[in-house]
């Protein structure tokens, strides 16, 4: 079974920089795609972007410009760099491989005002 393990969080102001990171117990280098998705406190699961194995990225509009995602084949990890964070990008943060309905545990993103 796939286990995906989400780091990186925490407490950052309004403005503030984080680095996401989902390391896989798998192989990454020929998975279609990998995911970023948020759950802010009582509202639903949302998708934020997606990396495809060519590098080819998609971000949700609110975040496009902001976050950048990204992967490391040799170290079967995705990264999600979070800039200009907002109090509205408070959230539990998921990493995702669809196709193998694998979800991480989810990492907290507190910003500030």
């Known amino acids: 079974q796939v286990q995906l393990v989400e780091s990186g969080g925490g407490l950052v102001q309004a403005g503030g920089s984080l680095r996401l990171s989902c390391a896989a117990s798998v192989s990454i280098f020929s998975i279609n795609a990998i995911g970023w998705y948020r759950q802010a406190p009582g509202k639903q699961r949302d998708w934020v972007a997606t990396?495809?194995?060519?590098?080819?990225?998609n971000y949700a509009d609110s975040v496009k410009g902001r976050f950048t995602i990204s992967k490391d084949n040799a170290k079967n990890t995705v990264y999600l760099q979070m800039n200009g964070l907002k109090p509205e990008d408070t959230a539990v943060y998921y990493c995702?491989?669809?196709?193998?309905?694998?979800w991480g545990k989810g990492i907290l993103v507190t910003v500030s005002s």
């Open positions: 990396i495809r194995s060519g590098g080819s990225t």
């Open positions: 995702r491989i669809p196709a193998m309905d694998a």
